[in-house]
């Protein structure tokens, strides 16, 4: 009985201590200033279109500051370079093989179920003020537009710039859907034209430095998904001409100037250092476009799965956290941007399967940090494509076609391609990331591994592709 007895007590002062140790947390929790995020997605921006990766002949000082003030990511992919399937990766922390949310959604397509939890859901439930402002495109039904899918505030397109009356190769099927502008769950300007698209990057800068000065008080994610540089271009008239090398230059000039913009804007608050700022683009440049395109080091380009698509320049930048003017090579993808912001904001993930992983010991530079995935798949469309390594090291890919550019357009007008075949194929991405030389025999085990991976991952999402050596 005194046995008993003494048990009892200890497990009711064991409780008590819990108890008051869970209070204790809870109060400091609720103390310390959860962190902001601030996502700034460009739309086929090319990986060398900005001085810290290329060599452009204009200037973008601002993110030439972003990126001295924090790292620079040379491995950083998108599963898929399609519009709508890089953004529901991004938002959702998901393979396209799982939301099946494949290529760019046309106008009135429902986009990303809503049964996949979005980055602003996650966060919304945390106590964050949520905002898109941008270019949506992973739905355009009341159910899977932005102020139903966590997000507190929004304004922009519903879809890509290029789909409506002006379009250079299809007009009569584009002119059916008036493009429109929309803020906050209402169509405000029922018909973009060219006067319109001037003022996009403005308009969604201007949008952005307003919420950040009402919202200092409490931590925000401010998602800023440009309209540009998707074809057709269009800058402002503050822009216009600037660059002294083309139209492009302009629109990439006029993006550099809003990146600065919503730095100031986080600087004037006293926000810079509790925030964590990612720059990066949803897939690569839509070379067909030409001299309206941006450019890639890699091969190929936007709609392929070679690196030209789906290798994204990235620049992050979180002070006392993240590495000043720093460089990193370390691989990971937009899928896993989700788990990690849920990380950093002691927030749940969804509860929905998820495929991204949290990967901060890679994002801060951890020394030995690992990637925690095996593979990450890469498709184009409904086609699975092939597997890359979780390190980056190795890149496999399965027998698919692919296209591939024959003739790039001039000033707005597309150019032409062909199709080519690519059969089974393992490339070495550190010693040649051009993916030129096929060194299947060399490396059989390395292969088989990778090969195991796509089955899994097929047999998983694909049941229904057959796979042919």
Known sequence: ???????????????????????????????????????????????????????PAYETPNVNQLAEEGCCYHNFYVPQAIC??????????????????????GPKARGLDPQYATIGEVLQKRGYK???????????????????????????????????EFHPTNPEYWGQYPLQFWENGQVTIERVT???????????????????NRYQEQPFFLYVPHSMPHVPLFC????????????????????????????????????????LVILTSDNGPWISYGNHAGKTPFREAKATGFDGGTRSACIMKYPGKIPQNSTSTSA???????????????????????????????????????????????????IFEGVISGDGH????????????????????????????????LFDMQNDPDEKVNVINQYPEITATLQKYAEYHRNKFYPDQTIND
């Open 1 to 55: 009985m005194k046995t008993n007895q003494t048990r009892r007590d200890f497990l009711k002062a064991s409780a008590l201590t819990f108890l008051a140790s869970g209070i204790a947390c809870d109060h400091i929790f609720k103390n310390h200033r959860a962190p902001n995020f601030v996502i700034i997605f460009l739309d086929d921006s090319g990986w060398a279109d900005f001085d810290p990766f290329g060599d």
């Open 84 to 105: 709508s399937a890089s953004r529901a990766s991004l938002l959702s922390g998901c393979y396209p093989g799982r939301t099946r949310v494949f290529g760019a959604h």
């Open 130 to 164: 949520t905002a898109v402002f941008g270019k949506w495109h992973i739905g355009d039904q009341p159910e899977t537009r932005p102020t139903a899918r966590g997000f507190d505030e929004s304004c922009g397109l519903m879809y890509s710039n290029d789909m409506w």
């Open 194 to 212: 060219g006067k319109e698209q001037a003022m996009l990057t403005t308009w969604y800068t201007e949008h952005a430095v307003d919420f950040i």
């Open 236 to 275: 402002s008239e503050k822009f216009s001409g600037k660059s002294g090398s083309g139209l492009y230059g302009d629109v990439i000039m006029e993006i550099d100037w809003s990146v600065g913009e919503i730095i100031k804007a986080l600087n004037a608050n006293g926000l810079e250092e509790n925030t």
């Open 332 to 382: 990971f993808c937009s899928i896993d941007i989700l788990p990690t912001l849920c990380h950093l904001a002691q927030a749940e993930l969804p509860e929905n399967e998820t495929d991204g992983k949290n990967v901060w010991n890679l994002v801060k530079g951890e020394v030995g940090a690992a990637n925690p995935h095996e593979y990450y798949p890469f498709s184009t469309n409904s």
């Open 394 to 425: 190795w890149k496999l890919h399965l027998p698919h076609a692919y296209r591939t550019l024959v003739r790039a357009g001039m000033d707005g007008a597309a150019g032409e391609y062909t199709t080519k075949q690519i059969g089974l194929s």
